[in-house]
């Protein structure tokens, strides 16, 4: 279990608190087994792709918040981002039937001067500019490359700033180079709103926090019936809910990858309960995971029940269009935790998984708690994934891994992914929303998209046949994680997990 | 200007990764934390072309490269991207990293070059410059670097130019502006090199830089260090056009300009021009009732939160061939000032039949001047109003009720694929376009 301290200013990157690793290749069982022993070893890449970094996810969870500037202290580029989170903001905003309004986002747009001279000056005028613009209840500054390495002292400013304007203003340390893991760059956000916005609880309250992205409101429907309210966060709760999630009665994860730092969080800090089984998708999923929920809430009778309308109301219409799956190979190509879910919710629908791309691996998550283990979970259930790698978003790694494994059908998680599976004439299904797959409703939507994107195969074919490809021959007929070596160089030593 | 920026519109000197992407099979290498490739691609990208955004090769920096330097990851990635990559031109890109810690990119890349493959390094550093100047840089190391090297003559090949005009993707219609421009060039019996995109004829073509007659710069500044480059390496003139040519008026203004410049057969080029002309105005004449009748009201007055050359080139064509009076121009591309008078005398002579006062204001701080625009927008309240902007001005047209057309980036809310507006037929298309989002808002 890891540690949360708030009086760090800094959060303790996933490398260090979890050991988290960027590469691997072997069986799903080997690498749970290694994520037991805590064996599991990283691997340096001798040529690597463009990957995501900390700021943006930082920025993903901070810049919803309902009341808020964010502040980038950095040069104009690291803002490429907020046009993108503004337009998700505003879509899910008409969504939530919220009145239209924009993200307010500003860039301190540090430049050459400045790396000599130092930034916080501009830092200052940028959180007034703010501050008058925008009247928030918060500010966050969130950080970069540039501002890290000249060595800011951000922490001061903010502190002066926070006690002139008589709100909190609080850093976000999200330094692209500081973690090799991009997802530390969540723990960074829900560190900066543990540390800087939750207020201890005077009360408990009857609302459960799901720590979510922007996905739909499927739990509210689900909490009701346990006589519970859900509380979203970190995109759009307002500041003054996020100050009072320490009164939940429960925090609940869609991903453990994304939030098991802000449960653990409110958990070590507060006493809230996590809820620590694997997120609920599929059908047996669901059931385990209601089952904790109503443990943790003292309402088993309840969950039983949901688990029985449940299946008498979806486990018909799914088992139909399982008949329409069975025998066809299934790839999974995500994030980690999510990925691992699909695995399970696949093989539930009757496919057959035979790999899996997935970016990262953590070997265990923030609560410390095993019961989460999405992937053990599912190698007990449905038995091995052969094909398990670790491939850090290496689109090189994944091509090279389709090509060999043929697969009818592709299950992405991130964006970036697709266009391989559909260049390679292979129906490739992405889906955005994380809360669509939740719950029994959540497994027949999936089952009826994937039926969607299997019949959609001439578009597929058509636009593979006229395809390009950017990799040489050279490179397709390497082992997948041929670069995945520790410095050595030739392929001998860098297979590293490879039987 | 060097202040806070909200909403910024363009990115960081790294941007021009997106230029390389923009040449047929060029493979950007980026010198670079892990998420900037990704920062530029989500306010610039229009998908990943042929081996840009999670294709293109990154040493994504982490810590220990910081401290340590990161030469032998560049060496690494370097090597094996030519392996991996089936690229016609490499080009390395630092970005803020590397420039903090000084890694020598120009020797790293050196030891490549000695070997004759085909690559160029740019020093950048994200925080060097913006992505429009960057791209001046970008050109003229790959002129220096690989052109120079690789070309076969410096033999002058008559009416063959080179034209330096929209620079690919942070111009979000660069593709069909740029099929554009050579379209009315080659008509005048012009051979083009337009070097990015579908009709440019790829490293080949970049190899013929040398031989072109002259350059054409379409801007008001950026693309002027490029030829003045070329001046000197290559002795070539070369003419500036200060903004994008839309419609009729300008498009005939510039090839005139063109063929006096570059002495051709002006008579050849007349008949052209009144042939093109022609088929326009036929189209104009068409949708003339309309513009004159329609009773539920069309916009009157624009302003652009813009580039300059977008927002001098349309401000033209709106005011001479649709009667929309511009407003305010808002001009967020961080123009140097040693230019800004040029924009402003552009301005100033924007008609041909009075004397017009365009308030022309120059600041990148586009969330400044959405507050400038609406407190102009007050005064005006009997007027339909015009925004050429961004998908940042979507809320505030909505909230004035104003119609937008976006010809900034980001591009959120349409799809851009060929559409050009240079041209005759880019100012037709322009026409359409403006006029669909007008009447698109009627029930």
């Given at each position: 279990m890891s540690t949360i301290n708030i009086a760090e200013p800094s959060v303790q990157i996933r490398e260090k608190r979890l050991g988290t690793i960027n590469a691997f290749t072997g069986a799903a069982s080997e690498i749970v087994q290694q994520s037991q022993e805590g064996s599991?070893?990283?691997?340096?890449?001798?040529?690597?792709?463009?990957?995501?970094?900390?700021?943006?996810?930082?920025?993903?969870?901070?810049?919803?918040?309902?009341?808020?500037?964010?502040?980038?202290?950095?040069?104009?580029?690291?803002a490429g981002e907020f046009a993108d989170f503004n337009f998700t903001y505003r879509i899910e905003q008409e969504k939530r039937d919220l009145p239209e309004d924009i993200g307010r986002y500003f860039s301190t747009n540090i430049q050459e001067k400045d790396t000599v001279f130092g930034a916080t000056k501009k830092l200052e005028?940028?959180?007034?500019?703010?501050?008058?613009?925008?009247?928030?209840?918060?500010?966050?500054?969130?950080?970069?490359?540039?501002?890290?390495?000249?060595?800011?002292?951000?922490e001061s400013v903010a502190d002066k700033a926070s006690e002139e304007l008589g709100i909190p203003v609080v850093t976000c340390s999200c330094e692209g180079f500081r973690s090799k893991v991009w997802t530390t760059g969540f723990d960074a956000a829900y560190h900066t709103v543990l540390r800087g916005i939750v207020k201890p609880p005077t009360k408990k309250t009857k609302k459960i926090n799901v720590v979510n992205f922007w996905g739909s409101h499927v739990f509210d429907e689900i909490f009701e019936r346990f006589g519970y309210e859900a509380q979203y966060i970190m995109p759009f709760a307002s500041i003054e809910e996020l100050e009072h999630c320490s009164e939940a009665a429960a925090t609940i994860h869609i991903c453990p990858s994304l939030s098991t730092y802000m449960g653990a969080g409110l958990s070590q800090l507060y006493g809230v309960p996590e809820?620590?089984?694997?997120?609920?998708?599929?059908?047996?999923?669901?059931?385990?995971?209601?089952?904790?929920?109503?443990?943790?809430?003292?309402?088993?009778?309840?969950?039983?029940?949901?688990?029985?309308?449940?299946?008498?109301?979806?486990?018909?219409?799914?088992?139909?269009?399982?008949?329409?799956?069975?025998g066809k190979r299934a790839y999974v190509t995500a994030g980690a935790a999510h990925g691992q879910a699909l695995i399970h919710l696949l093989r539930e629908l009757g496919f057959d998984v035979i790999g899996a791309s997935v970016f990262h691996h953590d070997p265990v998550y923030d609560s410390g708690d095993r019961d989460m283990d999405v992937l053990a979970h599912a190698v007990k259930t449905y038995g091995d994934v052969k094909d398990y790698r670790v491939c850090n978003k290496q689109s090189c790694e994944l091509v090279n891994a389709l090509i060999r494994s043929k697969p009818d059908f592709i299950m992405a998680r991130h964006g970036g992914m697709t266009l391989w599976g559909a260049k390679l004439g292979i129906p490739t299904l992405l889906i955005g929303d994380e809360q669509f797959g939740i719950g029994y409703k959540g497994a027949l939507n999936y089952a009826r998209r994937i039926d969607e994107t299997l019949d959609s195969i001439e578009f597929i074919k058509n636009f593979s046949k006229h395809a390009s490809n950017p990799y040489t021959e050279w490179w397709l007929t390497q082992e997948p994680g041929y670069f995945q070596g520790g410095g050595s160089g030739g392929c001998g030593g860098c297979r590293t997990g490879v039987k | 200007m060097s202040g806070t920026l909200e909403q910024p519109r363009f990115t960081c000197a790294l941007g021009s990764c997106q230029s390389v992407v923009a040449i047929k099979k060029g493979v950007p290498i980026l010198h670079s934390g892990p998420g900037c490739g990704g920062q530029i691609q989500r306010l610039i990208g229009q998908g990943e072309g042929y081996a840009g955004g999670s294709t293109a090769p990154c040493t994504n920096a982490e810590e220990a490269d910081v401290v340590f330097g990161g030469e032998k990851k560049l060496r690494s990635v370097i090597e094996n991207s030519f392996k991996v990559i089936d690229g016609d031109l490499y080009v390395v890109l630092t970005g803020c990293t590397a420039a903090i810690t000084g890694d020598d990119v120009a020797a790293v890349t050196s030891e490549f070059q000695v070997d004759d493959k085909p690559i160029?390094?740019?020093?950048?550093?994200?925080?060097?410059?913006?992505?429009?100047?960057?791209?001046?840089?970008?050109?003229?190391?790959?002129?220096?670097?690989?052109?120079?090297?690789?070309?076969?003559?410096?033999?002058?090949?008559?009416?063959?130019?080179?034209?330096?005009?929209?620079?690919?993707?942070?111009?979000?219609?660069?593709?069909?502006?740029?099929?554009?421009?050579?379209k009315v060039l080659e008509d005048i019996g012009l051979k083009v090199n337009v070097l990015f995109g579908n009709e440019s004829g790829g490293v080949e073509e970049w190899k013929t830089i040398p031989n072109a007659a002259f350059n054409i710069v379409i801007g008001p500044w950026v693309g002027v260090k490029i030829a003045k480059h070329l001046k000197v390496k290559y002795k070539q003139p070369y003419l500036q056009f200060p903004y994008l040519p839309i419609g009729a008026v300008e498009t005939s203004r510039f090839l005139r300009q063109v063929a006096e410049f570059a002495e051709l057969d002006t008579e050849k080029v007349e008949a052209?021009?009144?042939?093109?002309?022609?088929?326009?105005?036929?189209?104009?004449?068409?949708?003339?009732?309309?513009?004159?009748?329609?009773?539920?009201?069309?916009?009157?007055?624009?302003?652009?939160?813009?580039?300059?050359?977008?927002?001098?080139?349309?401000?033209?064509?709106?005011?001479?061939?649709?009667?929309?009076?511009?407003?305010?121009?808002?001009?967020?591309?961080?123009?140097?000032?040693?230019?800004?008078?040029?924009?402003?005398?552009?301005?100033?002579?924007?008609?041909?039949?009075?004397?017009?006062?365009?308030?022309?204001?120059?600041?990148?701080?586009?969330?400044?001047?959405?507050?400038?625009?609406?407190?102009?927008?007050?005064?005006?309240?009997?007027?339909?109003?015009?925004?050429?902007g961004s998908s940042w001005d979507k809320n505030l047209a909505d909230k004035l009720k104003a119609d937008l057309l976006i010809v900034s980036v980001p591009v959120q809310h349409r799809l851009i694929m060929n559409c050009g507006y240079t041209g005759y037929a880019g100012g037709l298309r322009a026409i359409e376009d403006i006029y669909d989002r007008v009447l698109a808002t009627y029930r």
């Open positions: 599991l070893k990283d691997a340096k890449r001798k040529f690597s792709q463009c990957l995501g970094c900390n700021a943006q996810q930082a920025f993903c969870q901070l810049s919803m918040i309902k009341d808020v500037a964010v502040i980038n202290h950095a040069p104009v580029g690291c005028e940028t959180i007034h500019i703010a501050y008058e613009r925008v009247k928030p209840r918060a500010i966050f500054i969130t950080t970069s490359c540039a501002s890290g390495i000249i060595g800011e002292d951000i809820i620590t089984a694997p997120p609920a998708y599929g059908i047996d999923g669901t059931d385990g995971w209601l089952r904790a929920l109503g443990k943790v809430l003292g309402k088993e009778e309840i969950a039983e029940q949901l688990i029985k309308e449940g299946h008498e109301q979806y486990v018909p219409q799914i088992e139909k269009l399982k008949e329409r799956f069975k | 160029v390094y740019v020093e950048e550093g994200g925080f060097k410059s913006n992505n429009y100047a960057s791209h001046e840089r970008l050109v003229n190391a790959i002129i220096d670097q690989y052109v120079h090297k690789f070309k076969e003559s410096d033999e002058k090949i008559p009416n063959l130019v080179n034209v330096f005009a929209s620079i690919p993707y942070q111009d979000p219609y660069w593709s069909g502006n740029l099929e554009g421009i050579k052209y021009i009144q042939e093109e002309e022609a088929k326009y105005y036929t189209h104009i004449e068409k949708m003339a009732d309309f513009m004159l009748e329609f009773r539920y009201g069309i916009p009157r007055r624009v302003y652009s939160i813009a580039d300059s050359s977008y927002a001098l080139g349309f401000s033209k064509f709106l005011l001479n061939e649709l009667g929309i009076i511009p407003g305010p121009q808002y001009i967020v591309d961080d123009i140097p000032e040693k230019y800004q008078d040029y924009v402003k005398e552009q301005f100033e002579n924007i008609s041909e039949l009075q004397k017009r006062t365009v308030e022309v204001v120059f600041d990148p701080d586009a969330g400044k001047n959405q507050e400038r625009l609406e407190e102009d927008a007050k005064n005006y309240e009997d007027k339909r109003l015009l925004i050429l």
